[in-house]
């Protein structure tokens, strides 16, 4: 049985949804799609050296 992604933390959305951010086994940080099918990768959390709790926006044309 495969073992499920663990959440690192929730975010807020500019949609006003929380959603909860994964890190899959290569460190890579995602966040479930809409529809709850898809795996939208990127950058969620601020950098932990930053006071700011704020969630950090990435337009699409940035996204890695």
């Not at 006003?16 to 969620?44: E, K, L, Q, S, T």
Request: proline share 11%; hydrophobic share 40%.
């Amino acid at each position: 049985m495969m073992t499920p992604d663990p959440i690192i933390d929730r975010v807020l959305f500019t949609d006003g949804i929380v959603r909860p951010v994964f890190r899959d086994g290569g460190g890579n940080r995602y966040v479930i799609d809409v529809g709850g099918h898809a795996r939208c990768c990127g950058i969620w959390l601020r950098p932990e050296d930053t006071d700011v709790d704020l969630p950090l926006v990435v337009p699409a044309a940035e996204a890695p």
